[in-house]
């Protein structure tokens, strides 16, 4: 099985908002409540931003949430700063015991 | 602080064994379930093993089941994936992770393994 589709880039200005979306199917991010996005920079520990669809983990900027529609996941960052530029991964858990993430999608704030 | 530091990376024949260990401290281990994910550069993030918080139940993703092992020592606050017939495209970095509500919420810096000739 394949994993989770992400775009592999988006770019925004800063003080703008931009939207990550994650596709999957009814067997993980439609079937379950258990999405999760992470921010990973290159030789860094990556970083869990949001848990179950959209809760922000302690710490967490309230720029970043996150929503789910049927097999679709989305993270959405408002205020964009520069200190947002990175990878951005989206994960599931699926059925069968066993999780999915998506291939990563890059921001850049331009 | 929560801090999880993985070691035992290196480079490794295909068809050889290696195993990466991850010492984990600042939280109670015993507590929680401890998952690796690996890295690699084509296919980004993998899930690869879990273990529950009592060592009685792992699960692994098809790719490795039956060539990888995951355990976990208490006493040694201490995560393990022993990887057998190791394959040149399991070269990745090898993070451990610890579940959060079936998320990841605190990560290693990764140990790299390379496999090749």
């Known amino acids: 099985q394949s994993g989770l589709t992400q775009p592999a880039s988006v770019s925004g200005s800063p003080g703008q908002a931009i939207t990550i979306s994650c596709t999957g199917t009814?067997?993980?991010?439609?079937?379950?409540?258990?999405v999760s996005w992470y921010q990973h920079h290159p030789g860094k520990a990556p970083k869990l931003m949001i848990y179950?669809?959209?809760n922000r983990p302690s710490g967490i900027s309230n720029r970043f949430s996150g929503s789910k529609s049927a097999n679709t996941a989305s993270l959405t960052i408002s205020g964009l700063q520069v200190e947002d530029e990175g990878d951005y991964y989206c994960?599931?858990?699926?059925?069968?015991?066993?999780?999915?993430f998506g291939g990563g999608t890059t921001l850049t704030v331009l | 602080q929560v801090q999880l530091v993985e070691s035992g990376g290196g480079v490794v024949q295909p068809g050889r064994s290696l195993r990466v260990s991850c010492a984990a401290s600042g939280f109670t281990f015993s507590s929680y379930a401890m998952h690796w994910v690996r890295q690699t550069p084509d296919k980004g993030l993998e899930w690869v093993a879990v273990v529950w918080y009592d060592g009685s139940i792992k699960y692994y993703a098809d790719s490795v089941k039956g060539r990888f092992t995951i355990s976990s020592d208490s006493a040694r606050n201490s995560l393990y994936l022993q990887m057998s017939s190791l394959r040149p495209e399991d070269t990745a970095v090898y993070f451990c992770a610890r579940d959060w509500a079936y998320g990841f919420d605190y990560w290693g810096q990764g140990a790299l393994v390379t496999v090749s000739a």
């Open positions: 009814s067997s993980d991010i439609g079937g379950y409540n258990h």
């Open positions: 994960a599931s858990y699926r059925s069968a015991n066993s999780w999915v």
């Open positions: 179950e669809v959209s």
